[in-house]
């Protein structure tokens, strides 16, 4: 299961109960992840249903468009998720300052994944 969290910045992290609930998630005590995944579902986004469908082509060439930074970051979480190692957490904190790239980032994400038929629970919470 996969969890893609927007949030700001670090200080709005520990002042929310996200802070709270990556500690369970990292602590991997069952009965409170479950509770931290009904969180999360509850904090479903829109993002995911806004996301188009995107040929091969499309993923190619968008890529390239990706900063240096975003692509690191898309390397790492794809290739977490792709290879299914259960003995990693996937749960993900994408955070910048405002403007950064962090949504059309996880957008991309999200297309990449689809196209290789991985099954996903997305969740973008942003703290205003
Ligand atoms: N690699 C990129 N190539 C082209 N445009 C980009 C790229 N990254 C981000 N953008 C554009 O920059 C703008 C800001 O990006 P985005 O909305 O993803 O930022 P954000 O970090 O999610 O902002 P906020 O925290 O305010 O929600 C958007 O118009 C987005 O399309």
């Not at 949030?7 to 509770?35: C, H, M, P, Y």
Request: charged share 25%; hydrophobic share 35%; proline share 1%.
């Amino acid at each position: 299961m996969t969890k893609l969290i927007s949030v700001s910045n670090e200080s709005e992290i520990k002042r929310e109960e996200l802070f709270d609930l990556n500690t369970r998630a990292w602590n991997g005590e069952e009965k409170k992840l479950k509770n931290a995944c009904n969180f999360i579902y509850d904090g479903i986004s829109s993002l995911y249903y806004r996301t188009t469908e995107a040929t091969a082509h499309d993923i190619a060439v968008q890529v390239e468009r990706l900063t240096i930074k975003q692509r690191s970051h898309f390397d790492a979480i794809v290739d977490c998720i792709s290879t299914g190692n259960r003995n990693q957490s996937n749960l993900f904190f994408i955070d910048a300052p405002t403007g950064r790239g962090k949504t059309f980032l996880i957008d991309f994400i999200i297309k990449s994944l689809r196209r290789n038929n991985n099954k996903m629970l997305i969740s973008s919470y942003g703290i205003k």
